[in-house]
């Protein structure tokens, strides 16, 4: 049973990815229009805001307004290790989306 239940699963999973790589893109391209926008997403892995700030060159109210709006969206979540931290649910290169 087991067996059978996993099986259903990995079927769900190929169609779920093949029909949500699209709109995943989509959302992404028209959301992170900037370098900017981009390297703040990139490096929004459980890094703090502050450090995100200093490596983009951006203010931290900046990134927390990113976040916020991204989260929204659903394309980050709340750090598993903090709860004040965000972590960007995408990998952009898996989508082809320059950091530039």
Known sequence: MEEQILEVLKQIEKWLKVTSIPKVKA???STLTTPEERKVYHYSD???QTE???LVKVSQPTVSNYWNKWAKL???QQ???HKAR???S???EDFDI???
Do not use: C, T
């Open 27 to 29: 959302i992404l391209e």
């Open 46 to 48: 459980g890094r703090s």
């Open 52 to 54: 995100i700030s200093g």
């Open 74 to 76: 659903g394309i980050v």
């Open 79 to 81: 750090s598993s290790g």
């Open 86 to 88: 965000s972590e960007k």
């Open 90 to 92: 995408f990998l952009l």
């Open 98 to 100: 320059p950091l530039e």
